[in-house]
């Protein structure tokens, strides 16, 4: 559970916050965090071609939504992000033994593919996490 004050969001169940950031691929090399409000919440790594791992700083004990959009205006290339998670994996028993969100970049024809190093390419992020063990 995280352990830091958030400012309350107003909807149905308790103790729910929303997150969300964005990060610059770049190519091979390690990503970037993009210009985000207290970023120092999570951090970013490249793990693979087109593959990457959100670390949030705290733990949370459930997801509601995770969304992601990509900004891909460099190179000539459409790029898409989504949750890469294992097989038979869901997000909710990830986040209840660890912090990290698996994702993948793909290109249009659904292949995964490192973005080009360049500012116009940003992979944004929106997740509304559930941060109580009480329910209802």
């Known amino acids: 559970m995280a352990n830091r004050n958030y400012n309350p969001i107003r909807g149905p169940g ?4 929303h997150l969300a950031g964005g990060f610059l691929p770049a190519g091979a090399a390690p990503p970037s965090i993009s210009n985000v409000d207290g970023a120092t919440w999570f951090t970013v790594a490249n793990t693979g071609v087109g ?13 509601y939504s995770v969304t ?14 989504r949750l890469n998670l294992p097989t038979g994996v869901s997000l909710n028993s990830l986040l209840s033994t660890t912090k990290v969100i698996p994702v993948i970049v793909t290109n249009a024809a659904d292949a995964a593919a490192d973005p080009v190093s360049d500012a116009a390419n940003v992979v944004y992020f929106s997740m509304m996490m559930r941060n109580s063990s009480v329910t209802g």
Do not use: K, N, P, W
């Open 14 to 17: 308790f103790e729910i916050t």
């Open 51 to 63: 593959t990457y791992t959100i670390t949030l700083q705290d733990q949370f004990v459930a997801a």
């Open 68 to 81: 992601f959009g990509v900004s891909s205006l460099a190179g000539g290339t459409r790029y898409f992000a």
